[in-house]
């Protein structure tokens, strides 16, 4: 079962600190290597700020600095959202129908400023841009939060937990676009892109990048669903 432990500094290091001398980079059991200096810095994202998740929301890994500052002249909004995205992301499903599988849960936290804009935006006709399936699902939680509570808000800012399991026949209610990686077969998160794109179409980009020798997984290439 279950349980819960509690670490206790006995020197005047933080709990944090050891943690940070001591521990690894949790990277993707696919990754057939042991962890590196290297990775603290290459399995992180530009926007990362707050101790929490335990895995990288990889879409963010295609982002520099120059490239945010790029889109941001360009006229794009960027808001943030905290994912504290969970090992349950690498959990293959191994039921023989995604109904019968068990989806792991994540927290997420939406600022009330970030809730403020995509409301503004979503009022407005403009579309909602997702980096990564992790935001997906953390923006339609929110919507679901916002449509229980018989808000006119298309999303609820706040902190929570996401149970929310997208797979096919899913209705998107906030995200309009998504850019995301090459995920592995069987995975949930495959199943999220196919419930937001259509399983045809996303075999035939996934054979596309197959046959042009594209990337795949974390530290792989991505696509833009439009």
Do not use: W
Request: glycine share 8%; charged share 20%; with cysteine.
């Amino acid at each position: 079962g279950l349980r819960t432990l509690q670490l206790v500094s006995h020197d005047e290091r933080s709990v944090s600190e050891h943690l940070e001398r001591l521990g690894h980079v949790p990277l993707p059991p696919y990754i057939d290597r042991a962890d590196e200096t290297a990775d603290r810095e290459r399995y992180q994202t530009v926007f990362a700020k707050r101790p929490g998740a335990v895995a990288a929301p990889t879409a963010g890994l295609h982002f520099s600095m120059e490239i945010v500052e790029k889109i941001r002249k360009r006229g794009v909004e960027l808001c943030e959202v905290t994912l504290d995205v969970g090992l349950g992301t690498f959990q293959p499903v191994h039921t023989e129908t995604l109904e019968g599988h068990v989806m792991h849960s994540e927290s997420y936290e939406i600022p009330t400023e970030t809730a403020d804009r995509i409301n503004v935006a979503h009022a407005a006709g403009r579309p909602i841009l997702a980096i990564g399936t992790t935001v997906v699902r953390a923006l339609e939680d929110a919507g679901l939060r916002a449509a229980e509570t018989g808000s006119t808000s298309i999303v609820a800012a706040g902190r929570a937990e996401a149970h929310l399991f997208i797979i096919p026949g899913f209705q998107f209610r906030v995200v309009d676009s998504l850019l995301t990686n090459f995920h592995l077969p069987r995975s949930t998160l495959l199943a999220l892109v196919c419930a937001f794109a259509g399983r045809e179409l996303v075999l035939t980009a996934y054979q596309h990048a197959v046959a042009a020798g594209y990337r795949f997984y974390s530290y792989g290439d991505c696509m833009l669903i439009r």
